[in-house]
Structure formats: C-alpha cells, structure tokens
C-alpha cells in the first residue's frame, strides 16, 4: 500500500508542477504580447441626436400601443403609470 501512496504523491507533485510551469509561460507570454501589441481603442460610435419632447406623427399611435399592453402585462390601469420617452435603435 505504501508503494501506491508514493506513486501517487509523486504523479501529483509532476501534475502540480506541469501545470504551474504551463501557467507561468502563459503568463510571461501575454506579458510579452502586451508589450509588442499595445490594446488600441475603438473610435467612439457617433452622437444620437437628442429628440426634444416633439413625438414624430405615428409615434402616439405606439406610445399608446406600449401603454395599452404594459397595462395588461401589470395588472393596472393605464392611467396609473406614463410613458415619457420612447428610444428607438
């Protein structure tokens, strides 16, 4: 029995080892990469333009719309609650 014990200490010692090894060439390699290749960041995506309190013609039609199905979703009545703004993408 004690044979078996040491064979597996030993085959758990060489595992650990591997893997630290394994892990610390990771390690310095990303280092590495960081160094040659710095991160570059994206361009900044455009500006939205900020619609005043102005709604387009057809948007009461889908403000209602919302309004009428959240009020069904929620179990209340749809003066009880007030869409204010409506952002589409």
């Not at 619609?51 to 009461?60: E, Y």
């Not at 403000?63 to 929620?74: E, G």
Request: charged fraction near 15%.
């Amino acid at each position: 029995m004690e044979a078996s014990v040491s064979a597996a200490l030993s085959v758990s010692a060489l595992a650990m080892a591997v893997i630290f090894t394994v892990l610390t060439l990771l390690i310095f390699t990303i280092k590495a990469l960081v160094k040659l290749i710095p991160y570059k960041a994206p361009p900044a995506p455009p500006a939205r333009k900020a619609s005043a309190s102005s709604a387009a013609p057809g948007q009461d039609d889908q403000v209602a719309a919302i309004t009428a199905s959240l009020a069904a979703h929620m179990g209340k009545r749809p003066d009880e609650f007030r869409i204010v703004n409506i952002q589409s993408r």
